[in-house]
């Protein structure tokens, strides 16, 4: 949680609990090469006490670009999925505030448009959390919840 890594063909990675976190991967399909950004929040510049930016949409999405690139990837070939965002608790109230899961999908695919990165699948919202496993040898994306069958995206 509020962290990021990359990985290359054949490892795999993963990250557990996205409830209305969303796991952002970035993938250059030619090099085999993945990202995955767990965050927490949509965005760095409403929270006073930000120093992680691995937390946030915005800020994630940026850092993660950046050592895929350092690494070998090209921003030219990204494509992104995304999962998670979900509505864990209900609430009385229409705040969207309290939406977190609505808005860290919104800030996610704001962001990825804004840098010009394709997102070519997703499993996002419902009320249940999700685990992932991003495979960059056939850019398979295993999404697993209790309850549910396990989906390939």
Avoid at 89 to 113: D, H, Q, T, W, Y
Avoid at 119 to 142: C, H, K, N, Q, W
Wanted: aromatic fraction near 4%; include cysteine; charged fraction near 25%.
């Amino acid at each position: 949680m509020a962290d990021l890594k990359i990985c290359c063909s054949p490892d795999a990675i993963t990250t557990l609990g996205l409830g209305s976190c969303v796991g952002i991967v970035l993938y250059d399909p030619i090099e085999k090469i993945a990202g995955l950004a767990h965050v927490m929040l949509p965005d760095s510049t409403q929270i006073v006490c930000n120093e992680n930016i691995a937390k946030f949409a915005d800020t994630a999405i940026d850092r993660l670009l950046q050592i895929m690139i350092e690494n070998g990837a090209s921003k030219n070939r990204m494509i992104a999925k995304i999962a998670g965002g979900a509505q864990m608790f209900a609430f009385s109230s229409e705040n969207p505030m309290l939406c977190i899961g609505k808005r860290n999908v919104e800030a996610s695919k704001n962001k990825l448009e804004e840098l010009g990165i394709r997102i070519v699948a997703e499993d996002t919202g419902d009320s249940y959390g999700r685990t992932i496993e991003f495979y960059p040898e056939t850019g398979e994306l295993l999404i697993k919840a209790v309850g549910k069958e396990k989906k390939i995206i």
